[in-house]
C-alpha cells in the first residue's frame, strides 16, 4: 500500500512539473504534451566586439537629418546636407527694380534626438554655416555617407542660435517649426541680378547655381551638447525664399526642392578622442559593454563558437532558438528602438538569416522590450542550419553582425550588456536554445 502511494505521488509531481514547465518555456513550438522533453540552455560562449560600421548611400532620402551634438560615449557626430535647388518657376526674372529684403533657406524639423531629459519645450542652441557649392550634383549619381562635396569659400549665410519645435512665425504668419538660415544681401543679390538665362530652365539654374551645403559646427557652449534634427526635404517649408519689394509690390520668389532635385547627407564621427576609440574591435571589452550607434556609427559582431559542436554530437531537435541582447535604459540618450541581424561571410559581405529568408517573413523581431530592456532575435532555422552544417573538429566560428534599423533617418544609440558584464546584477547577452533530445 505503502508503495502505491509512493507511485502515485511521484506520478502528481512529475505532471505538476510538466504543466508548469510547459506554461514556461516553448510550448508554442512543442508536438503534444511531451513538455516533461524540453530542455533549455544558455550555456554557449559568445565573444563580442564593437565595430565601425561600413558606408551606406545617403543620396535621395525621403527623410533627412541634420545637425551635430557631442555624446559622452560616442564623441562628436556631424551631419551635414548638400542639395540641388529647382525653380518655383522657370523662365521666371526678377524686375529690374526689385530690392532686397530678406532671404533664408529653411528645413521642416519633423523631430530631433537630443538627451531624454530635456524638456521638449526647451530650444537647442546650434551653429549652421551655408556655402555654395563648386562641384555638380547628380540626380543619377550615388553619394555614400562619408563622401565631401566642393563648396565655394565664401559664407553665404549662418544662424548661431536656438532651435525648437514649436511653430516659426514668417511676416506674422504661424508656420510648422523649421530651420531657417539667413542668406547674405550680396549673395541674394548676385543671385537676383544675374543673366536670366539662368532662369530659363532647372537644368540652367542648376548649372549656375549647383546647390547648397550646410555645415553644422559643433557649439562650444556648456549649457548645449547640441542636437541632430529630422527634416522633410521635400515640404514645402523646405527651400530657399527671397523677400523682395519693387516700386509697386512686396513679394517673394520660392527656389525648391522636390523628388528631381539631388541631395545627400554626410556623417562625421571623431572616435579618436572619444571613449569608444580605445574600444573599437576589442573582445575583451566587448565581454563588459558593446555600442550601437546610428547614422553610419558603429555595428556589434557576434562570435558564435560552440554551438554547432554542443549540439552535433546527439541528435536533437532545436525548438526555438533566441538571442537576447540587454540594453542600458539608465543612458542620458534615448536607445535604439529597433535593431537587424545578419549572417557575416568569409568575404566580409552579409546575408539574411534562413529565418528571415526560407519563411517568407522577414521580420524575426530585434524591437526593443521597453519593459525588460532586452531586444530579441528569433533564430531557429539559423541554428539548425550550423548544427546541420557542422564538420566534426571544425574550428570555424559563426560571425553575426547587429546593425541598427534606421541608419540614415534616426540618431538614435545603445549601450548593451555584453555576454560576460563586470556588474553581475545586470542582465547578460546570451543565446537560450530550447530543444527536445531524440
Not at 534599423?405 to 537560450?432: C, D, E, F, H, Q
Request: a negative charge; proline letters at 5%.
Amino acid at each position: 500500500m505503502r508503495l502505491l502511494f509512493a507511485i502515485l505521488t511521484l506520478s502528481i509531481a512529475v505532471s505538476s512539473t510538466s504543466c508548469r514547465k510547459g506554461e514556461i518555456i516553448g510550448r508554442e513550438v512543442q508536438v503534444g504534451n511531451n513538455d516533461i522533453l524540453l530542455i533549455t540552455t544558455d550555456s554557449f560562449h559568445i565573444s563580442g566586439s564593437t565595430v565601425e560600421a561600413q558606408t551606406e548611400r545617403t543620396d535621395e532620402r525621403f527623410e533627412g537629418m541634420l545637425g551635430a551634438y557631442v555624446d559622452p560615449i560616442f564623441g562628436t557626430n556631424v551631419i551635414s546636407f548638400h542639395s540641388q535647388f529647382h525653380l518655383e518657376e522657370e523662365g521666371f526674372v526678377f524686375p529690374s527694380n526689385a530690392v532686397f529684403d530678406s532671404a533664408f533657406i529653411s528645413f521642416r524639423l519633423t523631430g530631433g534626438y537630443r538627451e531624454k531629459d530635456i524638456p521638449n519645450e526647451n530650444g537647442t542652441l546650434v551653429h549652421f554655416e551655408v556655402y555654395e557649392l563648386s562641384e555638380d550634383l547628380s540626380y543619377e549619381s550615388q553619394y555614400q555617407s562619408d563622401q565631401q562635396i566642393g563648396v565655394n569659400p565664401a559664407l553665404v549665410g549662418e544662424y548661431n542660435g536656438e532651435v525648437n519645435f514649436d511653430s516659426v512665425f514668417v511676416n506674422g504668419v504661424a508656420q510648422p517649426a523649421q530651420i531657417r538660415i539667413p542668406l547674405s544681401q550680396t549673395w541674394t543679390e548676385a543671385i537676383m541680378t544675374s543673366d536670366s538665362s539662368n532662369f530659363e530652365s532647372n537644368t540652367a539654374f542648376s548649372s549656375f547655381m549647383k546647390g547648397m551645403s550646410i555645415k553644422p559646427i559643433q557649439t562650444s557652449d556648456p549649457n548645449s551638447n547640441g542636437a541632430i534634427f529630422y527634416f522633410n526635404p521635400l515640404s514645402a517649408f523646405t527651400g530657399i525664399t527671397i523677400h523682395y519689394h519693387t516700386s509697386s509690390d512686396t513679394t517673394k520668389f520660392e527656389f525648391i526642392t522636390s523628388s528631381l532635385t539631388a541631395n545627400f547627407m554626410t556623417f562625421e564621427h571623431d572616435y579618436a578622442s572619444a571613449p569608444i576609440g580605445s574600444i573599437l574591435n576589442d573582445t575583451a571589452m566587448g565581454s563588459d559593454k558593446l555600442y550601437l550607434q546610428s547614422t553610419i556609427g558603429t555595428n556589434i559582431e557576434l562570435e558564435l563558437k560552440d554551438i554547432a559542436a554542443s549540439f552535433a554530437a546527439n541528435p536533437k531537435v532545436i525548438n526555438i532558438a533566441e538571442l537576447f541582447i540587454p540594453v542600458d535604459t539608465s543612458e542620458v540618450y534615448t536607445p535604439l528602438s529597433k535593431l537587424t541581424v545578419s549572417r557575416k561571410l568569409e568575404d566580409g559581405t552579409a546575408e539574411l538569416l534562413p529565418d528571415q529568408t526560407q519563411t517568407g517573413n522577414r521580420i524575426i523581431d530585434g524591437t526593443l522590450n521597453s519593459d525588460s530592456s532586452y531586444y530579441r532575435f528569433l533564430i531557429t532555422q539559423y541554428v539548425q542550419e550550423i548544427i546541420h552544417n557542422y564538420i566534426p573538429g571544425s574550428d570555424k566560428s559563426e560571425i553575426l553582425l547587429i546593425s541598427p534599423t534606421g541608419n540614415t533617418t534616426l540618431a538614435n544609440r545603445s549601450v548593451i550588456n555584453g555576454p560576460r558584464p563586470l556588474n553581475p546584477s545586470v542582465s547578460k547577452m546570451k543565446v537560450v536554445i530550447t530543444y527536445t533530445p531524440l
